[in-house]
């Protein structure tokens, strides 16, 4: 049995005290920036990143701190949608629909139990899932050459945009944003400048831990600004928080389908959590017909999305550990992570570092345990977090976001470049166009330039060379499919809109 | 009609034009691969300006712009954290984050006090954390102050 020696090296990592304390802290710091309303994973990691370095901290544990703040946010976000009915993050907003009616019949408490339970059984069997395809699918990507990992880049950008993008050009317009900007710097093939405007500052090219905590966290602050801070306030009271059993034991076929449901979105390129949380909401309330009552608050509607979104987070983790492609905007996140540690994702990784694969595995294992514990029995604390007003958790959010670039790049011009990242992501999020295929263009335009280089250099030029191989064209015409279905499919699926929530 | 998807396509086209034509300028070394270091941020960027024309053929509605006085507040914040950039490293920790918080702050909410109060906890606090507990190397003042 590979994968149980495997998971006993894992788990000997993961276990020492140190780490466990990572797992624990990064859970507990990972389910507080969940709860803030307007938080979502992805600034919220995007904040812990420059700090985390900062802090000299070894690879695994890093990577346990950080990946243990990603999955505890992903519960947190649930307790902000249930009870204010503001999502943190677009995967969390399917969980409004019946999360926060059955909060608003007085009933906070098993809402918020159910959803906690349902994260774990979604995160816990997507991450199991992970173990058993994630070496498979690195076998295959043995295979891969400059051809075939150019196209698997091409793929996870046209996909990108997806069912969750209302307009395909905006979409793809911020890909190519992204890989713009990935231009920026010395030619890694020539060693000279490009496209820097002669400025010396730009010489390293734009660092893309400047872009996320600009595009994700300081534009965050601009919207609030705008609304000037204007939120739904808590007016739903939590008092004793109980286990329902019955009604949780009546939703386990929903949560066993939807968990394969979401795993299965997480793992295709570029659909990640929102389409998981979407598809199993969706399929869930297609099985219940009419009489199911979904959207009145119903235990089974809380459940499917929620599995949904986690399981999908498990899944995107597939495509990300063995490719090097992540499948969502938290994901993106995390490689930013693993590149900054000098890891690189592929499937070189799983027989090069398998300490930190395995320790990671076992690490979420662990990690969702500790969530359990905290988000269903200590869940109360949590919900004090609301409370804070954003006329202080926002000045604060820009300040640490601030001071963790200063203390990586000690230069004002970085400085700089986040308020203007700041204010590009404001503009590009009021016209509707995605930040995260922005985010993943500066993390991958750079490959995907080298890849497509090196397969010229191979073929001496010739253009064919790209479709050579089954794989490649096979991936070339997904990304082609990836790109035209959406357009049609749109037509025949309509997201179900909030009805008073702020949704994004 | 005007509207900003399409005012957003045509400076999406004036935009990727541009970086296509410095893209161009990019001097080919001696010894350069088959495809060169022009051919890909080329590429890239004429896809980028056909997706500009895309925007400005079939716009989506128009998002709700904030009005005249949200978008003044948004200036100063910007203003505000350009001059905080510049300030950080020769005015210490203390002083410009005191500032710039209680000026975001009050930005969120316009009520006077809480925002100083916010200002001057929020740069004592996050300094204690940083500097003490997390360990960076931070300075609080300037450094000829001492």
Known sequence: MDILSNLALGFGIALSPYTLMLAVLGCFIGTIVGALPGLGPSNGVAIMIPIT??????????????????????YGGRISSILLNIPGDEPAMMTCLDGHPMAKNGRPGDALVISGVASFVGATLSTIGLMFLAPILSNVAYQFGPAEYFALYLLAFCTLGGLAAKNQAKAL????????????????????????????????????????VGLFAVSEVFFFIEKHGKQGALNIVLEKVTVPWAELWSTRWTMARSSVIGFIAGVLPGAGASLGSFLTYISEKSI?????????????????????NNA?????????????????????????????????????????????????????????????????????????ILDLPPAILMPGVTMVSFVGIFALTGSYFDLLLVVAFGVLGYVLRKLDVPTVPVILGIL???????????????????????????????????????????????????????TDGQGR | MLSSDRVFGAIVIIGSLAYVASAAQIAAPFFSDPLGSKAFPMGVGLVAALCG??????????PDWPPLRALGA?????VLLVGYAYALKPLGFLIPTAIASAVLSYQINPRPLPALLTGLGLSIGLYLLFRYILGLSLFGFPRDWF
């Open chain 1, 173 to 212: 317009f911020a890909s190519c944003l992204g890989i713009m900007i990935a231009m920026i710097g010395l030619d890694p093939n020539s060693g000279m400048a490009r496209l820097t405007g002669g400025n010396l500052h730009l010489y390293d090219g734009v660092d893309f831990l400047v872009a996320i």
């Open chain 2, 53 to 62: 024309v895309m925007m400005i053929l079939s716009p989506d509605d128009d």
């Open chain 1, 53 to 74: 370095f900062t802090l000299g901290l070894d690879a695994v544990a890093a990577l346990v701190l950080l990946t243990s703040i990603y999955y505890g946010a992903m």
């Open chain 2, 74 to 78: 948004l200036v100063i914040s910007t």
């Open chain 1, 288 to 308: 219940a017909g009419e009489k199911g009552g979904f959207g009145t608050g119903v235990a089974k509607g809380i459940a499917a999305p929620e599995v949904g």
């Open chain 1, 312 to 384: 999908a987070a498990g899944g995107a983790l597939v495509p990300m550990l063995t490719l090097g492609v992540p499948g969502s905007g938290t994901t993106a996140v995390l490689l930013a992570v693993l590149v900054t540690l000098n890891i690189t994702p592929g499937p070189t990784l799983f027989t090069e570092r398998p300490d930190v694969v395995w320790g990671l595995i076992a690490s979420l294992l662990i990690a969702n345990f500790v969530l359990l514990a905290m988000n269903v029995p200590l869940v109360k604390i949590f919900v004090k």
């Open chain 1, 444 to 498: 991958l335009g750079g490959k995907m330039e080298k890849q497509l280089r090196d397969a010229m250099v191979l073929s001496d030029g010739d253009w064919t060379y790209l479709f050579s191989s089954g794989i490649s064209i096979g991936l070339f015409a997904a990304a082609f499919l990836g790109f035209i279905a959406p357009m049609f499919l749109r037509r025949i699926i309509r997201k179900p809109v909030l």
